[in-house]
């Protein structure tokens, strides 16, 4: 985009803060902005839309009034509905117990675990609760409806169901973005995304384990 504008630009980006230095061509002026972001979740819908106008900028030569206009009205775009994420989330949850070779009964405790830890995680991100925090108590959740399975001997893979029940939150793009930043050899953003995530992972696991031992399943 900024080629297509005719300026340079740099971009130093953190899990936290993003810097924007932008120049003309000839350096006789140079502009530079800091900002924090946001503290929200990931909306591939809005990184559609952003991709879908950078490409309009350079290949279709939009100008920067009518970019900014559409950038503008990108940014109103409301966000998809909680009430049909929980339930994708939780078919895709059970999907990927199928994948991993659980049977029916499987894909419903996980479902169903899926469906009530992934609206704990709903309710307490909207209460300002911390992410880490948040996450433990989202997996132990999960963990103890899918240890059911176990407990009351349902199905013929019930240890496929408690691994698969807390899978959604895995934090993948981190960890794709991490990868991608050690490429571009943004190594220090790519040490702080990948020790985000980890955190993020180890918060989870715990509570897996938790939930385990305290329902009295020792596998370890």
Not at 188 to 212: E, I, K, N, Q
Request: glycine fraction near 6%.
């Amino acid at each position: 985009m900024a080629e297509a504008f005719g300026m340079n630009l740099d971009l130093f980006i953190m899990p936290t803060h993003v810097s924007v230095t932008v120049w003309n061509t000839d350096r006789t002026s140079t502009e530079m902005a800091q900002r924090k972001t946001a503290s929200c979740g990931i909306s591939f819908n809005l990184n559609t839309l952003l991709s879908r106008l950078s490409w309009e900028v350079a290949d279709n030569s939009l100008d920067l009034p009518a970019a900014v206009e559409r950038f503008e009205r990108i940014k109103k775009t409301k966000p998809t509905g909680k009430w049909e994420v929980l339930i994708l989330t939780s078919l895709a949850n059970a999907a990927f117990c199928r994948l991993f070779g659980g049977d029916w009964s499987a894909m419903l405790i996980v479902f169903v675990s899926t469906l009530a830890g992934y609206r704990l995680k709903q309710i307490m991100l909207k209460e300002g609760c911390d992410v880490r925090l948040t996450f433990l108590c989202a997996s132990f959740f999960s963990a103890a409806i899918s240890i059911g399975g176990v407990i009351f001997n349902i199905g013929s893979t019930p240890e496929i169901a408690i691994a698969s029940s807390v899978l959604y939150l895995i934090p993948g793009v981190p960890y794709i973005n991490s990868v991608s930043d050690m490429i571009d050899k943004h190594y220090l953003c790519a040490f702080s995304r990948f020790l985000d995530a980890s955190v993020l992972t180890a918060s989870l696991t715990t509570g897996l384990c938790v939930g385990m031992l305290s329902l009295g399943l020792k596998w370890f």
